[in-house]
């Protein structure tokens, strides 16, 4: 069992942009051209940030109309908020707030065999790294720059933490980098 961070990049590090929109990574790749389907089949809990969720939120309706659902996970999801948010219809979520060892405890019983994904934000992430509990990033990076937005890690990393395991091209736009996390080395953080 992993907690790993999978997430798509622009060429210049950021997720998302200034508004949270992801309206620039969706003309540059197929979905089912990357590892996605395979991931998922491995995932047995989710941690999602407030920022993240709000953008399911916002997009319900378009989320539904290609997956079918308005939250299109069958696994539990921790939801890492200090505000108040609204509930998606039929997704299984718990809001917490603090410090994630408890709710990585938590996610694990949960997931059983299967791992944990951080599916956003970076900083998100980055408490997770801190906290000693990430074990890979799955970094899809798109051929796009966005000059400024919601960085990807913001987290002073220096090598050799993060070993890459693997490259591989998705099309003409995006490109999958495996990086695992090497516990002895969690050193630099900021």
Known sequence: MKTQYFTATSLDGFIATENDS???????????????????????????????????????????????FAWPYTQPAWIFSSRKLPIIEGANIRFVNGDVHHAHAEMRAAAGTKNIWIVGGGDLAGQFYDAGLLDELIIQVGSATLGKGKPLFPRRVLSPVLRLVSVHQMGAGMAELRYEVHKGGVSGAA
Do not use: C, H
């Open 22 to 68: 992801l309206d620039w990574l969706f003309p540059l790749g197929d979905l089912n051209d990357s590892s996605y389907s395979e991931f998922i089949s491995d995932v047995g809990a989710l941690a999602m940030g407030s920022a993240t969720y709000e953008w399911m939120v916002r997009n319900a309706q378009k989320v539904a109309t290609e997956t079918g």
